[in-house]
T-cell receptor
């Protein structure tokens, strides 16, 4: 079955450490997105990539980095520069390269990774 | 700018009650509108969508109508069940901005037996 997989489901990090969250999709989608979810604030866009080897900052990119070496994979690194990294992180994929089409299938979301700084 | 505002939660209802969750938006372009649902500890699932004014999205007994004149997309269900307990997110996507979604803050719904 096609889908989008995030791992691990729970992650604990010590202060000052970098940590990488995995996101893999087998939907053959061009675009992938990382969102951060905090209680009462909805989801905010961290980074997105519409094509392999290219990505753009979202609204809250500071303290994060990404790579897009393969179409299927879009890992997110939470660096020690991120001041408040404890949150729920969601990855999504979308089939088009920024071309709106009302007949497209919509974004698929992974099950999320809950990161806690200890 | 583009933004989505939802009614604050939590919303607590008894089983079989009528549900309304308000959502209004501002958009500089031509948006598609969505409702997503998040069950505890899980990711988001698309519940319904509408891509143009006056469209009604519907799924699993939930409905929402795209009202351009009031810039609203309120979610309704005639008779809620305990299994509907979740967090509901209203979102929009702007033409020519790919799959980038702008979310409201979410509304938690709790349905009691």
């Amino acid at each position: 079955d096609g889908g989008i997989t995030q791992s691990p489901k729970y992650l604990f990090r010590k202060e000052g450490q970098n940590v990488t969250l995995s996101c893999e999709q087998n939907l053959n989608h061009d675009a992938m997105y990382w969102y951060r979810q905090d209680p009462g604030q909805g989801l905010r866009l961290i980074y997105y990539s519409q094509i392999v080897n290219d990505f753009q900052k979202g609204d809250i990119a500071e303290g994060y980095s990404v790579s897009r070496e393969k179409k299927e994979s879009f890992p997110l690194t939470v660096t020690s520069a991120q001041k408040n990294p404890t949150a729920f992180y969601l990855c999504a994929s979308y089939p088009e390269r920024g071309q709106w089409n009302p007949m497209n299938t919509e974004a698929f979301f992974g099950q999320g990774t809950r990161l806690t700084v200890v | 700018g583009n933004s989505v505002t939802q009614m604050e939660g939590p919303v607590t209802l008894s089983e079989e009650a009528f549900l309304t969750i308000n959502c209004t938006y501002t958009a500089t372009g031509y948006p598609s509108l969505f409702w997503y649902v998040q069950y505890p500890g899980e990711g988001l699932q698309l519940l319904l969508k509408a891509t143009k004014a006056d469209d009604k999205g519907s799924n699993k007994g939930f409905e929402a109508t795209y009202r351009k004149e009031t810039t609203s997309f309120h979610l309704e269900k005639g008779s809620v069940q305990v299994s509907d307990s979740a967090v509901y997110f209203c979102a929009l996507r702007i033409y020519n901005q790919g799959g980038k979604l702008i979310f409201g803050q979410g509304t938690e719904l709790s349905v009691k037996p």
